[in-house]
């Protein structure tokens, strides 16, 4: 019980010393005091066990053990000085006691700025007037204390306190705003984009933390290490101008993304790099006709076959192109497809094929869109020489039964339908008895199978 007593009178203690230091407010900066025992009338200061003043500068006396001075103030501290002097009571080389100087962010826990005593700080001789400066005050203490640690021969006295206003903290970034991170799904990361940071007057290191989409790291290229966080080491307050890189990070799913980089500083308010970039969904390009197209005519004789395109994400527009040494023998009815707002619908290109001898061609059709993985078709040409021999024979039985062309045939003969306009629609090999043939075109049109031609009307 008694040892419970005792921690709750420490604690009441302390809370009224804290309240009592409150009360007494904070003076602003620049602060200077050359009187005696401040009591309550000067602001900023307050007191505890502060004996009766000596009549001179440095007047205020501590002559008892435990005897402090607090002074609170508003602001970042610059230059601390005041005058320090000591009272023998018994003949010493120097102040044999233990008296401190202490700072605090809070006014509750305190760290030593300067202790005197008989091996550390400045040599206190007796009757002899010292005045100490100090310059190095952390920047975010509001407190500073001198208190008679620990007595053991006569007196000190202070006097003629002068505390300057210090330099503010400064967090500075070249940019808050980070736009156009982007990438095509899967094939991430983004590329980097950079910020510099610098700070001042700082009590601490800065630190950048990054969001869960965005890495950062303070190197480039294949130096770059994701980490987070990103720590930028203070030395005397200061950190140079540091440049810190940042990317869309692999691995992401399609879409938007808009998130902050916080830099912070301990003392200061954080500040953020907002960053926004995209995920591009996979561009495709879709063919939808499987095989290779062939072509078969006489020569000098052109015949033509279409085929249907489309491309879904596309960047840019859908590109056609043919190649091979047989190229030249090949057209298209167009070599490059619009994309609106990624997409291309649908499209017929017409491939047209004029062979000026007689055997076989080929040809090479290539769809490209930035992206998207690229779509190559064979293209094949057979040219048979143009006699009356190639010409069709004989007519050719021909049934239309709900959107169907039906006929007879031998296994393994070549069936050919063309639409209104002479484009070939369909060509495949027949099997043995019965063949029905799909159509979707409307009109007239012409069925070769071998040597037979026939018309029909769907």
Same mark, same amino acid.
């Given at each position: 019980?008694?040892?419970?007593?005792? +921690?709750?009178?420490?604690?009441?203690?302390?809370?009224?010393?804290v309240?009592?230091?409150?009360?007494?407010?904070?003076t602003?900066?620049?602060?200077? *005091? %050359?009187?005696?025992?401040?009591?309550?009338?000067i602001?900023?200061?307050?007191?505890?066990?502060?004996?009766?003043?000596?009549?001179?500068?440095?007047?205020?006396?501590?002559?008892?053990?435990?005897?402090?001075?607090?002074?609170?103030?508003?602001?970042?501290?610059?230059?601390?000085?005041?005058?320090?002097?000591?009272?023998?009571?018994?003949?010493?080389?120097?102040f044999?006691? %233990?008296?401190?100087?202490?700072?605090?962010? %809070? /006014?509750?826990?305190?760290?030593?700025?300067?202790?005197?005593?008989?091996?550390?700080?400045?040599?206190?001789?007796?009757?002899?007037?010292?005045?100490?400066?100090?310059?190095?005050?952390?920047?975010?203490?509001?407190y500073?204390?001198?208190?008679?640690?620990?007595?053991?021969?006569?007196?000190?006295?202070?006097g003629?306190?002068?505390?300057?206003?210090?330099?503010?903290?400064?967090?500075? +970034?070249?940019?808050?705003?980070?736009?156009?991170?982007?990438?095509?799904?899967?094939?991430?990361?983004?590329?980097?984009?950079?910020?510099? @940071?610098?700070?001042?007057?700082?009590m601490?290191?800065?630190?950048?933390?990054?969001?869960?989409?965005?890495?950062?790291?303070?190197?480039?290229?294949?130096?770059?290490?994701?980490?987070?966080p990103?720590?930028l080491?203070?030395?005397?307050?200061?950190? /140079?101008?540091?440049?810190?890189?940042?990317?869309?990070?692999?691995?992401?799913?399609?879409?938007? *993304?808009? =998130?902050?980089?916080? @830099?912070?500083?301990?003392?200061?308010?954080?500040?953020?790099?907002?960053?926004?970039?995209? +995920?591009?969904?996979?561009?495709?390009?879709?063919l939808?006709?499987?095989?290779?197209?062939?072509?078969?005519?006489?020569?000098?004789?052109?015949?033509?076959?279409?085929?249907? +395109?489309s491309?879904?994400?596309?960047?840019?527009?859908?590109?056609?192109?043919?190649?091979?040494?047989?190229?030249?023998?090949?057209?298209?009815?167009?070599?490059a497809?619009?994309? #609106? /707002?990624?997409?291309?619908?649908?499209?017929?290109?017409?491939?047209?094929? !004029?062979?000026? !001898?007689?055997?076989?061609?080929?040809?090479?059709?290539?769809?490209?869109?930035?992206?998207?993985?690229?779509?190559?078709?064979?293209?094949?040409?057979? #040219?048979?020489?143009?006699?009356?021999?190639?010409?069709?024979?004989?007519?050719?039985?021909?049934?239309? %039964?709900?959107?169907?062309?039906?006929?007879?045939?031998? =296994?393994?003969?070549?069936?050919?339908? *063309?639409?209104?306009?002479?484009?070939?629609?369909?060509?495949k090999?027949?099997? =043995?008895?019965?063949?029905?043939?799909?159509?979707?075109?409307?009109?007239?049109?012409?069925?070769?199978?071998?040597?037979?031609?026939?018309? @029909?009307?769907?």
């Open positions: 019980m008694k040892s419970k007593a005792s +921690v709750k009178s420490v604690l009441f203690v302390t809370m009224l010393f309240v009592f230091t409150y009360a007494m407010g904070q602003t900066l620049p602060f200077t *005091y %050359d009187g005696g025992n401040p009591g309550t009338l602001t900023g200061l307050s007191q505890s066990g502060l004996g009766t003043d000596y009549l001179l500068s440095p007047k205020i006396k501590f002559d008892t053990q435990n005897d402090y001075l607090v002074l609170n103030f508003s602001g970042v501290p610059g230059t601390l000085s005041f005058k320090i002097k000591w009272y023998q009571g018994f003949t010493a080389s120097r044999p006691g %233990d008296f401190t100087l202490q700072e605090s962010a %809070d /006014g509750i826990t305190y760290s030593t700025v300067q202790l005197y005593n008989s091996t550390n700080g400045t040599a206190l001789p007796n009757g002899t007037i010292i005045t100490e400066t100090f310059s190095s005050l952390l920047s975010a203490s509001r500073l204390k001198w208190i008679y640690t620990a007595k053991s021969n006569g007196n000190i006295a202070i003629a306190i002068s505390l300057t206003a210090g330099n503010t903290p400064t967090l500075n +970034v070249s940019t808050n705003t980070l736009t156009g991170f982007s990438y095509v799904c899967c094939a991430g990361p983004s590329a980097e984009q950079s910020v510099n @940071v610098s700070g001042s007057n700082l601490n290191n800065i630190s950048l933390t990054p969001p869960v989409d965005f890495e950062i790291s303070k190197g480039s290229g294949t130096l770059f290490v994701a980490t987070n990103v720590t080491i203070q030395s005397e307050g200061i950190v /140079g101008n540091t440049t810190i890189y940042t990317r869309l990070k692999s691995g992401l799913v399609s879409g938007n *993304y808009a =998130e902050n980089i916080t @830099v912070a500083s301990l003392g200061l308010n954080s500040t953020t790099i907002s960053c926004s970039g995209t +995920v591009i969904a996979n561009p495709r390009i879709t939808t006709d499987i095989t290779d197209p062939t072509l078969s005519t006489s020569q000098g004789r052109p015949v033509s076959q279409t085929i249907n +395109v491309g879904v994400n596309l960047s840019v527009d859908l590109g056609l192109a043919l190649s091979g040494v047989d190229a030249g023998l090949f057209s298209l009815s167009q070599y497809v619009t994309q #609106s /707002g990624g997409n291309v619908p649908n499209t017929a290109v017409t491939i047209t094929y !004029t062979p000026n !001898t007689v055997g076989s061609n080929t040809a090479f059709l290539t769809m490209t869109s930035t992206g998207a993985m690229p779509v190559i078709r064979t293209l094949n040409g057979i #040219s048979s020489l143009a006699t009356d021999v190639n010409s069709p024979k004989g007519s050719l039985n021909l049934y239309v %039964d709900n959107g169907n062309i039906l006929f007879k045939a031998n =296994e393994g003969e070549i069936v050919e339908i *063309y639409n209104p306009i002479g484009q070939r629609m369909i060509q090999m027949t099997i =043995e008895g019965l063949n029905i043939i799909p159509v979707t075109s409307h009109g007239v049109l012409l069925v070769k199978v071998g040597n037979r031609m026939g018309k @029909v009307i769907i």
